[in-house]
């Protein structure tokens, strides 16, 4: 079965760094998937970790560990369009096994 | 434009009523997905398929039903609509590749009255 965890809601200043934390206990794991979801829209693509450590993509990044099935996703130098869900995605023979999502809210 | 779309957007229907959600790719990927998302249980997998003619079940497939005549159609059909499928469908599609990114659709919120 799937079971990944993250939290309901984080709030951030406009600047600041923020970490969202996925905990995953999944079977036949390939990967770990991070996504972006602003309210009323499509998810989108934001990161792919298959190995352990850390992927950069400008001002966000995102680690893994398999063995401690561990993820986060860091987002720096916050900005107000950051405002969004994040979702926490398994993968698993070509599936994906998502968390409830992180809604993190960035305040002026 | 080459992409990922669905149809329609918006629908409310009445219990027991068949409805069907359609969605369409351009980019001849392999797989298609369908999810319905709902307040405090995230993205939940339906259906999905591998290639034309192939679906397997998801999570939560009771209720729905799906078809894969063509690589690039993949359409969902509840065939006797229930107030507890009132929920947010999205389509998605991903290459062959064990790593390629599921694509989503924009979505179509459902109403079940």
């Known amino acids: 079965g799937q079971n990944i965890d993250q939290p309901t809601e984080m709030t951030a200043t406009e600047g600041a760094i923020v970490q969202i934390n996925c905990t995953y206990q999944?079977?036949?794991?390939?990967?770990l998937f991070w996504y972006q979801q602003h309210a009323g829209e499509a998810p989108t693509f934001l990161s792919y970790?298959?190995?352990?450590g850390l992927e950069e993509k400008g001002r966000f990044s995102s680690f893994l560990s398999r063995s401690k099935g561990y993820s986060y996703l860091l987002l720096k130098e916050l900005q107000m369009k950051d405002s969004a869900s994040y979702l926490c995605?398994?993968?698993?023979?070509?599936?994906?096994?998502f968390g409830a999502g992180t809604t993190v809210t960035v305040r002026a | 434009d080459a992409g990922i779309t669905q149809s329609p957007r918006y629908k409310i229907t009445e219990t027991g009523r068949q409805v069907t959600l359609m969605c369409h790719q351009t980019?001849?990927?392999?797989?298609m997905f369908w999810y319905r998302q709902d307040l405090g249980h995230g993205l939940r997998l339906i259906y999905y398929?591998?290639?034309?003619?192939?679906?397997d079940k998801g999570e939560v497939p009771d209720g729905y039903v799906v078809s894969r005549s063509k690589t690039e159609n993949f359409p969902l059909t509840l065939e006797s609509a229930t107030r507890s499928q009132t929920s947010v469908y999205f389509c998605?599609?991903?290459?062959?590749?064990?790593?390629?990114?599921?694509?989503f659709g924009p979505g179509t919120r459902l109403t079940v009255l």
């Open positions: 995605a398994s993968s698993n023979d070509y599936k994906l096994s």
């Open positions: 970790n298959v190995l352990d």
């Open positions: 398929s591998a290639a034309a003619d192939i679906t």
């Open positions: 998605a599609s991903k290459g062959a590749g064990g790593a390629d990114t599921q694509y």
């Open positions: 999944t079977s036949g794991f390939n990967g």
């Open positions: 980019w001849s990927h392999s797989y």
